[in-house]
T-cell receptor, first 113, second 116 residues
Framework: AQSVTQPDIHITVSEGASLELRCNYSYGATPYLFWYVQSPGQGLQLLLK??????LVQGIKGFEAEFKRSQSSFNLRKPSVHWSDAAEYFC???????????FGAGTRLAVHP | NAGVTQTPKFRVLKTGQSMTLLCAQD?????MYWYRQDPGMGLRLIHY???????AKGEVPDGYNVSRLKKQNFLLGLESAAPSQTSVYFCASSYSTGGLLNTEAFFGQGTRLTVV
């Protein structure tokens, strides 16, 4: 069955430090992959998406993600974290064959000043 | 642009009561989804629809029913609410694939439901 795994439930980084949030997917064909961010009490906002082509994709707010087929991964990165980045981050996969958008359990990011 | 609108935003129900959550989108999207979000469990798909008049079960469909009588609306019903259905519910919509690369999902602001 199609699934998305985010191995880290909580991550804490210092402001200005680099960030990498992990995401692994399981699906045979190349999936469509997304990263969403949810601030407390808010809905979800799309950070970036990967459909095909260049495996390094740029998103909003200075985020980027790299698709690695050999590792079935789509990790989210940011070179320098800001306090406003504290939120919950969700990786998601859409498969046309299944017509569903499946989410990982999320990673809650805390940023220390 | 309204995007995806959910009503109501908050609701408290007593066990055994029924209610319907409404999701409306004005983007002419084919696909619509209902998710529930619980702490530490991310978003879990309840039901989804790939077009007007069609619905399908997701990961956690038990205790819920849905209808898609009009393309722009997707209703989620709880016939007999239980405390286990206390959650935040999100509706989303997207285009289908079908050659389009615009399969980004747009989300509503959520409905916080408490069942006591």
């Amino acid at each position: 069955a199609q699934s998305v795994t985010q191995p880290d439930i909580h991550i804490t980084v210092s402001e200005g430090a680099s960030l990498e949030l992990r995401c692994n997917y399981s699906y045979g064909a190349t999936p469509y992959l997304f990263w969403y961010v949810q601030s407390p009490g808010q809905g979800l906002q799309l950070l970036l998406k990967y459909f095909s082509g260049d495996t390094l994709v740029q998103g909003i707010k200075g985020f980027e993600a790299e698709f690695k087929r050999s590792q079935s991964s789509f990790n989210l990165r940011k070179p320098s974290v800001h306090w406003s980045d504290a939120a919950e981050y969700f990786c998601a996969s859409f498969s046309g064959g299944y017509n569903k958008l499946i989410f990982g359990a999320g990673t809650r990011l805390a940023v220390h000043p | 642009n309204a995007g995806v609108t959910q009503t109501p935003k908050f609701r408290v129900l007593k066990t055994g009561q029924s209610m319907t959550l409404l999701c409306a989108q004005d983007m002419n999207h084919e696909y619509m989804y209902w998710y529930r979000q619980d702490p530490g469990m991310g978003l879990r798909l309840i039901h989804y629809s790939v077009g007007e008049g069609t619905t399908a079960k997701g990961e956690v469909p038990d205790g819920y029913n849905v209808s898609r009588l009009k393309k722009q609306n997707f209703l989620l019903g709880l016939e007999s609410a239980a405390p286990s259905q206390t959650s935040v519910y999100f509706c989303a919509s997207s285009y289908s694939t079908g050659g389009l690369l615009n399969t980004e999902a747009f989300f509503g602001q959520g409905t916080r439901l408490t069942v006591v």
